[in-house]
């Protein structure tokens, strides 16, 4: 007995200096190194069905993804009412919108997606590329969609049901519904993640005659823990996209049918401004019934500073870089007749604006401070949403090599 326990301490004390040794030497690490996240674009490829992701360091097309892998086997699941309500929202679109929006998880590991007309809401480990959870939204249409700032949740417009559907992250269930304005489009929280904003574009598919008829065109602003109704703010056009600065006390905002975009004032619910922006000859001769979606501008992003913002001339197809608080064009990047650019969104550098050229199948990145393309990178069919995100060094690796 005494001599066991004698031996018991020594023994202890080699097993200690022995681990210390080791470690000194490489074989152990004190401390799991963090996990280097890799900053990315990620562009939802509507027509294609699949996410193109764009380093945003060499502005290279990393890789794509496959976001529809269950496609045929959604469509022969539907039902008699929801394969005419499928076919009606590709008649009304023009073509068939697989993606519409797309977020990643912060942990660079899952991306979460609202896909169009298949009126559903994904979630897909990208690294093995398992469907981990899909969830019907109400109606025959998911549109945009928004991650909240601690990735616990996914709130998504069902179109067609004038609501917004907010989605748990883990397990794909629903949270929580709250009214909107007719035709819900996007979801934005504002920059200090205070406020839920929902915007509405009204029914797209009547003429500008009957603009009375479109329903409510609202912003609806909710709280993002409660989704209670906050404010409602009232418009005569449809709201398309939007930004809004730190202070919550401005939106920025592009409206149906406008070739330019309006300040508004969220305080005195009112528009301060008005900005009207170049017509190209070929959008002088088009009639508004003719604009994709009611939209004549669509695509609106602000750099980190908010001193600028980067405005996508749809269907005149150019950007313009606006300065702040003067609402002065800095310059302007023409693009090819037909080259729709329909989206625009600030990089994770806060200098860089990308736009989607949809009918280019390529993604212009614009230089904030210059005003100038700096790059134009090919993605997959009909590249709209784009969102900055972080992958995994797993994730990255796991990607297709194709553009998309």
């Keep these: 007995m005494h001599s066991l326990s004698l031996r018991r301490p020594a023994a202890l004390l080699v097993g200690v200096l022995l681990a210390a040794v080791t470690a000194l030497a490489g074989g152990v690490t004190p401390r799991a190194e963090a996990v280097q996240l890799r900053d990315v674009m990620a562009v939802g490829n509507g027509q294609g069905g ?27 699941a539907m039902n008699v009412v929801e394969r005419i309500g499928y076919e009606v929202v590709n008649n009304i679109q023009g073509y068939t919108k697989l993606v519409d929006d797309m977020a990643v998880s912060p942990d660079g590991t899952t991306i979460y997606v609202s896909r169009g007309a298949l009126s559903d809401a994904v979630a897909f ?22 991650l909240s700032p601690d990735g616990t949740k996914f709130v998504v417009s069902a179109t067609t049901a004038s609501h ?24 934005d929280y504002s920059p ?37 109704h ?18 919550n006390k401005t939106m920025y905002a592009q409206l149906s049918y406008l070739n330019g975009f309006v300040e508004y004032d969220l ?25 994709p979606q009611n939209s004549a501008h669509h695509g609106m992003a602000m750099n980190a500073a908010e001193s600028k913002l980067c405005m ?21 990047v023409h693009y090819e007749t037909g080259a729709l650019p329909y989206w625009t969104q600030t990089g994770p550098n806060g200098n860089d604006c990308y ?50």
């Design 50 to 76: 699949t996410v193109s992701f764009i380093d945003t360091a060499t502005y290279e097309n990393i890789g794509s993804m496959n976001l529809v892998p269950d496609l045929q086997e959604r469509l022969d």
């Design 125 to 146: 480990d990208i690294a093995t590329k398992e469907m981990l959870w899909r969830r019907k939204t109400e109606g025959f249409k998911a549109d945009h969609a928004a």
């Design 164 to 187: 917004a559907e907010v989605i748990d992250t883990a397990t794909g269930e629903l949270v929580a519904t709250f009214g909107t304005g007719a035709y819900p489009h996007a979801n």
């Design 192 to 228: 200090d993640g205070s406020v839920l904003y929902n915007s509405s574009i009204g029914i797209t598919s009547l003429p500008k005659v009957l603009n009375g008829l479109k329903g409510s065109r609202a912003v609806t602003a909710v709280d993002p823990d409660t989704f209670e």
């Design 230 to 247: 906050v404010r409602t703010y009232e418009f005569d056009y449809g709201i398309r996209p939007a930004v809004f600065t730190r202070d």
């Design 267 to 291: 305080e005195a619910g009112r528009i301060k401004r008005t900005v009207e922006l170049p017509l190209s000859d070929e959008a002088a001769a088009m009639s508004p019934d003719d604009y």
């Design 312 to 332: 996508a001339g749809t269907i005149s197809d150019y950007v313009s870089v606006v300065s702040r608080p003067g609402l002065t064009t800095d310059g302007t």
């Design 355 to 404: 736009v989607s050229l949809s009918e280019k199948n390529q993604i212009s990145v614009i230089d904030y401070r210059t005003a100038k393309e700096v790059a134009r990178i090919d993605v997959g069919h009909y590249p709209q949403r784009e969102r900055p995100a972080k992958l995994t060094p797993e994730a990255v690796g796991s990607l297709d090599p194709s553009n998309g």
